[in-house]
């Protein structure tokens, strides 16, 4: 297995991790708190020590991770790829403690990084045939993938966060 998969599975794996939690604790699981569990988790282990650990890749050992791409060593373009992957890490550790809104920014800002490292990918090997491993493999999926999994999760998560609203105001309501 390619060991760009290796975030994604431990995003998914503290996902099941604080679920199960959840369930020996006698916590009542909704589908509400299941998303929100799952979306938490591939924010902070997938989105946020995924992209530190991009960071120290394209930081500490930039040409190995050209190479891997399939670019020439020594390229600038690294140390910004770093400082980027860097931001987008500390954005997902910060939703542990910061919620709502800030959720929705980082999966915006981190879906365009990576749906843009996607487009870059699949442009490079229309023009130049570039089918190293860092360009055309698992990388390639999981920029398509974390955007569409994370996104989808935030959607579902907002619509039930807004169903249980309107359905507490009419309780409320009701009692009145």
Not at 61 to 86: C, H, M, R, T, Y
Not at 128 to 156: C, F, K, Q
Request: net charge positive; with cysteine.
């Amino acid at each position: 297995m390619d060991t760009a998969y290796t975030w994604l599975i431990l995003g998914i794996i503290g996902a099941l991790i604080m679920l199960g939690i959840q369930f020996y604790s006698k916590r009542v699981l909704t589908t509400k708190k299941i998303v929100g569990i799952t979306l938490l988790s591939l924010l902070v282990i997938t989105v946020g020590f995924g992209s530190i650990w991009a960071s120290i890749g394209h930081s500490f050992f930039a040409n190995q991770v050209a190479s891997s791409i399939g670019w020439a060593p020594g390229s600038p373009f690294q140390q910004e790829v770093a400082f980027a992957n860097l931001a987008f890490g500390v954005l997902g550790i910060l939703c542990i403690w910061i919620r709502g809104n800030f959720w929705t920014a980082t999966v915006i800002g981190v879906s365009i990084f990576l749906l843009g490292d996607a487009l870059g990918h699949i442009s490079n090997i229309f023009v130049t045939g570039n089918y190293a491993a860092g360009n055309a493999g698992a990388v390639l999926v999981l920029d398509i993938l974390v955007p569409l999994l994370l996104i989808g999760l935030l959607v579902a998560y907002r619509i039930m966060e807004e169903r249980a609203v309107r359905s507490a105001i009419k309780s409320l309501e009701r009692s009145l």
